[in-house]
């Protein structure tokens, strides 16, 4: 059983839609992130969290401590925002990592 | 920009052979880690060193070890390379472990 799932695997959306991926998590966490790769391999952080919710720009991330889940959406999608979102989870000493969830939108 | 430099971005290695990768963090960055990443796959925490002691570990054999030097540079080493070892290598460095993590471009290494 993986430490960290995420939902959907793959995701296509239109120009301008609500974007909502879904990470879930089974261990004792210090922190939570949100993490952006594009092809080619770089990744990039988009939020930190350990607990509420944080919002930058059109994107909102959301953390359940006591359901150990977390969520990160995307408003009024765009096509710059097509990439593989990857929600890691940090136990202190340990990451675990999600496989990703791969967003292609269409304008 | 990041801040933080990986060398060299693709490397060919032969079976069994050992391989360096090098990792230049931003200053004041004192907390640097190693992940893996296999195509297709989620990246996987290799190790974490903290003020050039290791202090996190994750599920890989001793033959991957590191260090990380005062000047914020790091290595990730692998011996007697396996095919299996062919995979993206990130590294990534922050200033302590409450704060967000700041990843290099990555060494792409394929053994053969």
């Known amino acids: 059983k993986n430490e960290v799932e995420q939902s959907p695997q793959n995701l296509t959306a239109q120009e301008g839609e609500f974007i909502t991926i879904n990470c879930s998590y089974s261990v004792g966490i210090s922190a939570l992130h949100w993490l952006q790769q594009h092809p080619g391999g770089g990744i990039v952080s988009l939020f930190m969290l350990s607990s509420g919710k944080k919002k930058h720009g059109r994107l909102i991330a959301t953390i359940n401590i006591q359901e150990k889940h977390s969520s990160l959406h995307i408003t009024a999608s765009h096509p710059r925002d097509s990439a593989v979102y990857i929600c890691a989870v940090n136990t202190g000493n340990q990451f675990y990592f999600g496989t990703g969830t791969s967003l292609t939108v269409i304008p | 920009e990041t801040g933080v430099t990986q060398s060299p971005t693709h490397l060919i290695k032969t079976r069994g052979q050992q391989v360096t990768l090098r990792c230049s963090s931003q200053?004041?960055?004192?907390?640097v880690s190693w992940y893996q990443q296999a195509l297709g796959q989620g990246p996987q925490f290799i190790f974490q060193y903290y003020r050039e002691e290791e202090n996190g570990r994750g599920n890989f054999p001793p033959r991957f070890s590191g260090l990380q030097f005062p000047n914020y540079s790091s290595e990730l080493n692998v011996n007697a390379l396996e095919l299996d070892d062919s995979a993206l290598y990130l590294c990534?460095?922050?200033?302590?472990?409450?704060?967000?993590?700041?990843f290099g471009n990555g060494t792409r290494l394929t053994v053969t």
């Open positions: 200053s004041g960055h004192n907390t």
């Open positions: 990534a460095s922050r200033t302590d472990t409450g704060s967000p993590l700041h």
